[in-house]
């Protein structure tokens, strides 16, 4: 039987040493453009209890090694970053609804008034905003963050309401799209 390499007291230390990141332990700060602005912004950072840390893929183009045929390789040409989803809880005020509702509107103008402004679409400058997911250890200390430059959302969920769900704490769903990110 050939040796692997791998060593169980090796891992031991390693773990005890390096340890193991809990997917619980995380803090989302949500820096929404100036046109959207909430009356508390630690209220989006207290009731975020799910997201996914970005992620990204490479786009391929495939192409012959010569004169058309043969072995097919494929070449990455350009990074392409994944669109995430955050899920906050909501609170009686339905402030955090709103926040995201009032975000996508300001984006692409669906609150007819009456005016000529429905359905007009803003420039990015002016609705995007920046998001950083950080990590944290047991003590609450930052171990990675993640900067997320020009996010915004691009869905809002529904919200089901149900009479036989008793106690259950309603949530939204968020998802974001962004022009890429920066792992610290």
Request: hydrophobic share 40%.
């Amino acid at each position: 039987m050939s040796d692997s390499g791998f060593d169980l007291n090796n891992f031991r230390a390693e773990v005890m040493s390096r340890g193991i990141h809990k997917t619980n332990l995380f803090r989302v700060l949500v820096f929404p453009p100036q046109a959207v602005q909430t009356s508390d912004p630690r209220i989006i950072t207290m009731f975020c209890d799910a997201t996914n840390l970005p992620g990204v893929a490479l786009a391929v183009v495939e192409a012959h090694q010569r004169y058309g045929y043969g072995q097919v390789e494929m070449i990455p040409f350009q990074p392409i970053f994944e669109d995430f989803v955050s899920t906050f809880m909501l609170e009686n005020a339905d402030e955090i609804r709103t926040f995201f509702i009032d975000w996508m509107n300001s984006i692409v103008s669906f609150d007819f008034t009456g005016d000529d402004t429905a359905y007009e679409v803003s420039y990015k400058s002016d609705y995007a905003g920046q998001m950083v997911i950080e990590g944290l250890d047991d003590q609450q200390n930052t171990i990675y963050s993640y900067q997320i430059r020009d996010v915004f959302p691009i869905a809002v969920g529904a919200v089901q309401m149900n009479w036989n769900d008793q106690n259950q704490q309603a949530r939204l769903s968020v998802t974001f799209s962004y022009k890429d990110w920066k792992n610290n």
